[in-house]
């Protein structure tokens, strides 16, 4: 079946630590790859996009991954803070122009001061 | 303010009850969705609408009515719900998705059904 998968453990990490997260998937050729961050009870806010011919892209302390022979996309967060504490999405377009996209159940990342 | 506007923020109803959800956006997107969003569960994908026309009812029962009367606005009429579609209903909007840019989410509506 077709499937997003990110690990559903809460991601406890260290203050000025870089936080690593993990989404795969299944079965899709997505062109396009996405990641949101979400805060209890408010809408996700789009943070990344990537691009099925590009390996990296980076904004500020964050920076993704996208592996699509592993089928993979990684989502660091350097020098982490506190503030950064949320749950992150992963979301993608199976099937690129069709306005969909399917998401991933989230990981929730706590930086501990 | 994330340019999308969803009210009510909070909504107890009936299961005997008609409400209606509405979602506002003025950011110029021709794209808007209805999303359900459960306790550990991914985002579900409810209805899409690309320039007002309904391209996507992802299988959501018929207690489930949207309708979408402009670009800006989208609605999400409820009638004889369940207590399993308590949840928190997400509206967003996009400017062509075929150009790989990202969601645009309003805050959410928290439905519970009593």
């Known amino acids: 079946s077709q499937k997003i998968e990110q690990n559903s453990e809460a991601l406890n990490i260290q203050e000025g630590k870089t936080a690593t997260l993990t989404c795969n998937y299944t079965n899709y050729s997505p062109a396009y790859l996405q990641w949101y961050r979400q805060d209890p009870g408010r809408g996700p806010v789009f943070l990344l996009l990537?691009?099925?011919?590009?390996k990296e892209k980076r904004k500020e302390r964050l920076k993704v991954t996208f592996d699509t022979t592993l089928k993979q996309s990684l989502f660091h967060i350097t020098a982490s803070q506190p503030a950064d504490s949320a749950t992150y999405l992963c979301a993608l377009e199976p099937t690129s122009g069709t306005y969909k996209y399917i998401f991933g159940t989230g990981t929730r990342l706590k930086v501990l001061a | 303010e994330t340019g999308v506007t969803q009210t009510p923020r909070h909504l107890v109803m009936g299961m005997t009850n008609k409400k209606s959800l509405k979602c506002e956006q003025h950011?110029?997107?021709?794209?808007m969705y209805w999303y359900k969003q459960s306790a550990k569960k991914p985002l579900e994908l409810m209805f899409v609408y690309n320039f007002k026309e309904q391209t996507e009812n992802n299988s959501v029962p018929s207690r489930f009515s949207p309708e979408c009367p402009n670009s800006s606005h989208l609605f999400l009429h409820l009638h004889t719900l369940q207590p399993e579609d308590s949840a928190l209903y997400l509206c967003?909007?996009?400017?062509?998705?075929?150009?790989?840019?990202?969601?645009?989410f309003g805050s959410g509506t928290r439905l519970t059904v009593v």
């Open positions: 950011l110029g997107h021709n794209a």
């Open positions: 967003a909007s996009s400017q062509d998705s075929s150009q790989g840019r990202g969601y645009t």
């Open positions: 990537i691009r099925e011919n590009e």
